[in-house]
């Protein structure tokens, strides 16, 4: 089988994806490994035989292309972090991975690590596989490489798993001695942030004589509510679709769309639940689910697109992956939106042809757009930059894809040119790529890592890995909560270094506020932790 395997390296590749995914499903403690297993796989095939090995080219097509991809998913979400808290988040993460950074150093000089070995604890540490890769892609140019390369992943392998559950007893820790208050802070953030349950529709009688007669923007003018209205059933005008000048008067009824505590609110204001067929009736109007699949309307609002002027149709929400979000003004639209709207039925077949509506065509990549996105990120990541001390690094070919693609997912489109990929394309082509340069990696470095379960070394590198993780998740959370006034919900997506820990976040504060934390910081502090990994190595050499 070694045999065979040497002598094939493809197939050896797709050995250890299949079975490093397999291994990822295990879930222990309602924890696993993700795609992070195949790297522990790899490990195990490098360790049989030095001489199994998959070409270099494979770790470079895979670091492109998980960047990439995760850059265009995340820009609209990075750049909108600045919209909304200026340099706050900016100024935390560089405070987050800059004090773990600190620490990284002070291990350094105490245990004595060389230096390929502390960066590899600092990647694992933060379970962060791109921040490893980016360094190993600087230091392949460099004499001895493959003994460097080496410590950087037995570094990582055996702080990766406290960089998992380190996180988790620091959050339960500072839970407790900063006595957060979940509810209240989901309260506060509802307005700000898209945090909504799973959306729900509910059929609401104005019985409250105060709201009668108003328009429904002065109804919903400074309310925290994230609410669509559907239909309203007038008794002057019958069914209509509503808008912002409409008029309700006492008996009128009218269908919302948001989450339970939201509607469960406007009800409160303006009535109460009916059980009628506004929800039903569709006699005039028709509630249909259509794909995105129509180019011209990517990466435009919904409301340049007049639905209400040319169709008398409204959308009331959109399916974007596993996630339904409400349909707002501002909403852009992407390449595999589902979106649920409610039309005149002679208008359907019209709407469905601006949209599309296309399952295979929603699919669909655009090689010219992908192909130059990714050409214009390599470019970027051949130049040099000079830091103060004669410190130089380039971003490579981790750094470079993911600042276009960050740059390139928040413009979404130019002209013509729609760069952003339809939202199952992009999942795959992330996955793919993770394990691609996973599996190269392990594979490389397996020999190393019996070596150091031989000699008894990792034990010093799971303890540091232990104590970094820990405490500078810590710092942190107490920073960030006392000193930048950043909610603690909005902190653990903040430091959810790992899908396991942001589950685990999710799970203890039972909202979303984690997860739109997540999306907002994952993008920049991806960008900065390979700055961070690579500056550290360059210093420490």
């Known amino acids: 089988m070694i045999a065979l395997l040497r002598e094939n390296p493809l197939l050896l590749l797709f050995v250890v994806a299949a079975l490093g995914y397999l291994l990822g499903q295990i879930k222990v403690f309602g924890t696993g490994l993700g795609t992070a297993a195949v790297l522990f796989v790899g490990l195990f095939f490098g360790a049989l035989d030095p001489d199994i090995k998959i070409p270099e080219i ?12 995760v850059g265009l998913t995340s820009g609209p979400a990075f750049f909108e972090s ?13 405070f987050m991975l800059a004090s773990s950074a600190l620490i990284t150093v002070l291990i350094y000089y ?41 410590d950087l992943v037995v570094g990582y392998t055996f702080s990766y798993p406290m960089g998992v559950l380190g996180v988790m007893i620091a959050i339960k820790i500072m839970e407790r001695f900063l006595k957060v208050d979940y509810n209240a802070e989901k309260t506060t953030l509802r307005k700000d942030y898209p945090i909504d349950d799973n959306l729900t529709s509910r059929s609401i009688e104005i019985t409250n004589q105060e709201v009668s007669g108003l328009q429904l ?30 008029v309700i008067e006492v008996g009128d ?26 929800l039903y009736d569709r006699k005039e109007y028709d509630i249909t689910r259509i794909f995105v699949s129509n180019s011209d309307v990517v990466g435009r609002e919904l409301s340049s697109l007049n639905l209400q002027q040319k169709y008398s149709a409204i959308i009331t929400r959109i399916r974007r992956g596993d996630i339904d979000m409400l349909a707002k003004p501002d909403t852009v639209l992407e390449l595999g939106d589902r979106i649920r709207f409610v039309a005149r039925r002679q208008d359907i077949k019209a709407i469905q042809q601006l949209f599309g509506d296309s399952y295979y065509a929603s699919s669909k990549i655009d090689l010219f757009s992908f192909g130059v996105g990714i050409a214009l990120g390599l470019i970027l990541g051949m130049v040099s930059f000079s830091l103060p ?4 690094f380039k971003l490579g070919f981790a750094g470079g894809p993911l600042v276009v693609g960050l740059i390139l997912g928040s413009l979404r489109r130019t002209g013509p040119i729609v760069w952003t990929l339809p939202y199952g394309s992009n999942v795959t082509l992330s996955q793919l790529g993770l394990t691609m340069l996973l599996a190269v990696v392990g594979v490389s470095s397996g020999n190393t890592l019996v070596e150091s379960l ?25 920073i960030g909560y006392k000193f930048f006034k950043i909610p603690y919900s909005l902190l653990l997506g903040f430091i959810s270094n790992q899908p396991a820990i942001l589950e685990f976040a999710s799970d203890i504060t039972k909202n979303r506020v984690p997860a739109v934390g997540y999306a907002f910081m994952f993008p920049i502090s991806l960008i900065m932790k390979i700055l961070f990994a690579q500056i550290l190595y360059l210093i420490l050499s």
Request: charged letters at 15%; zero cysteines; a negative charge.
């Open 58 to 69: 494979i770790f470079q097509i895979g670091i492109v292309f998980f960047v990439y991809s």
């Open 82 to 94: 600045f919209k909304k808290n200026g340099s706050r988040d900016i100024v935390f993460v560089l």
């Open 110 to 150: 105490l245990m004595g690590f060389d230096k390929g070995t502390i960066v590899g604890i600092y990647s694992g540490s933060s379970t962060n596989t791109t921040a490893l890769a980016s360094v190993i892609d600087l230091v392949n140019s460099k004499p001895n490489a493959g003994s460097v390369v080496n």
């Open 217 to 246: 923007r002065d109804i919903m003018r400074d309310k925290p509510w994230n609410l669509v209205f559907g239909r309203i059933q007038s008794k002057k005008l019958g069914v209509i679709l509503p808008n912002w000048d409409v």
């Open 253 to 278: 009824r009218v269908m919302l769309v948001g989450s339970g505590d939201d509607i469960d609110a406007a009800q409160q204001l303006i009535g109460m639940e009916v059980e009628d067929e506004l």
């Open 389 to 392: 001390g004669g410190v130089v």
């Open 454 to 478: 031989s000699d008894g070394s990792w034990v010093g590198i799971f303890l540091a890995g232990s104590f970094l993780s820990i405490i500078a998740a810590m710092m942190s959370l107490w």
